[in-house]
């Protein structure tokens, strides 16, 4: 089987969620969010915050802003937390490009519909025609 449309890439902001020990001597687990972000306009911002998971309300279906307001609101329930300016200068990044980034995000899912509809269609035609 041999696709005809390649596999778009995701050419926008993307947050990664991972589970792990990430404090040293410490055998709690966190949340990690990992914010992805591969624009030559990208400020020197720190793009990886840690989430309590008991107050890991996050969904993946949500922009990498709404997330970033999230962890914001968490660290904010919190008396102290040293993330708190880290979190606000991602969304204040964040609020400077989506409208782009919405706009990229709106042509990777017609993109990626495409790819989708043409594997299937593919392979339907493949494994019809290894019935005959």
């Keep these: 089987m041999t696709t005809t449309i390649q596999e778009p890439k995701k050419n926008f902001v993307n947050v990664v969620r991972q589970e792990g020990r990430y404090t040293l001597g410490s055998s709690e687990v966190s949340a990690c969010y990992n914010f992805l972000i591969n624009r030559e306009d990208a400020p020197k911002i720190?793009?990886?915050?840690?989430?309590?998971p008991e107050k890991d309300y996050i969904?993946?279906?949500q922009t990498p802003l709404e997330i970033a307001k999230q962890i914001k609101d968490v660290y904010e329930s919190y008396?102290?937390?040293s993330g708190v300016g880290d979190i606000k200068k991602m969304i204040e990044?964040?609020?400077?490009?989506?409208?782009?980034e919405s706009a990229a995000r709106e042509a990777y899912e017609l993109e990626y519909a495409k790819y989708q509809v043409s594997y299937w269609t593919e392979r339907v035609n493949d494994l019809t025609h290894r019935e005959e």
Excluded at 46 to 52: E, I, M, N, P, Y
Excluded at 93 to 100: K, M, N, Q, R
């Design 79 to 81: 008396w102290i937390h």
């Design 93 to 100: 990044y964040l609020e400077s490009i989506e409208e782009e």
């Design 46 to 52: 720190w793009r990886s915050f840690t989430v309590d």
């Design 59 to 61: 969904s993946e279906d």
